[in-house]
């Protein structure tokens, strides 16, 4: 199955630990992203990378890291410097020069 | 940066009825995307619509890009279209070709 996934769906951890969260796809796309949304509102661009082994901060990028070591994963880790770090995590891809965008289904993380 | 502003934020409609989704932009744009998120969170993209009108099924929409706006409009809603629709533009001058989103509008179709 072609197709964006990420994981886990449902992620716990405590105040001050980092957590790195997987997105992988094998739809061969060169742009990847990452976005977050909380509750009631629209996405946010953290960060993003149009080839492998370079990215560039979106609008959100402080308290996240990001890796391209592959064109087929992006990983994003939630530092203990994200201040808010509770809520939607989505991944995406692009074609057609990045404009065609496609999601993952998500991972809800939750510090508590 | 490009501000996007979608009305109405919310919206209720009984099944069969039809409905428009406003989207208006502050800014010339390159790339407009109109996103169906369902109440599991998928993003689903209905329309690659930078200008000009595109269908799909019971889906319209429409964007005239010199006035800066977008409409999406949903005939003889169902049950299953419930969920936020967001529209999302790339201004022409953005590198890495991202798109702003709007906040959304909540729809919900009752039986």
Redesign the interface.
């Known amino acids: 199955d072609g197709g964006i996934t990420q994981s886990p769906k449902y992620l716990f951890r405590k105040e001050g630990q980092n957590v790195t969260l997987s997105c992988e796809q094998n739809l061969n796309h060169d742009a990847m992203y990452w976005y977050r949304q909380d509750p009631g509102q629209g996405l946010r661009l953290i960060y993003y990378s149009q080839i492998v082994n370079d990215f560039q901060k979106g609008d959100i990028a402080e308290g996240y890291s990001v890796s391209r070591e592959k064109k087929e994963s992006f990983p994003l880790t939630v530092t203990s410097a994200q201040k808010n770090p509770t809520a939607f995590y989505l991944c995406a891809t692009g074609t057609g020069g990045g404009l065609y965008k496609f999601f993952g289904p998500g991972t809800r993380l939750t510090v508590l | 940066?490009i501000q996007?502003e979608q009305s109405p934020p919310d919206l209720i409609l009984q099944e069969g009825a039809n409905s428009t989704l406003r989207c208006n932009f502050s800014d010339s744009v390159n790339?407009l995307?109109w996103?169906h998120q369902n109440p599991?969170?998928?993003?689903?993209?209905l329309f690659?619509i930078p200008s000009g009108t595109k269908q799909n099924g019971r889906l319209s929409a429409t964007t005239v890009a010199t006035e800066r706006y977008s409409l999406l409009y949903i005939s003889s809603s169902q049950t299953t279209d419930s969920g936020v629709y967001?529209c999302?533009v790339?201004h022409p001058e953005t590198?890495?070709?991202?798109?702003t989103?709007?906040?959304?509008t909540q729809l919900t179709v009752n039986p």
């Open positions: 940066g996007v790339n995307q996103f599991w969170g998928q993003l689903i993209n690659y967001f999302a790339e590198s890495g070709s991202r798109l989103f709007g906040e959304g």
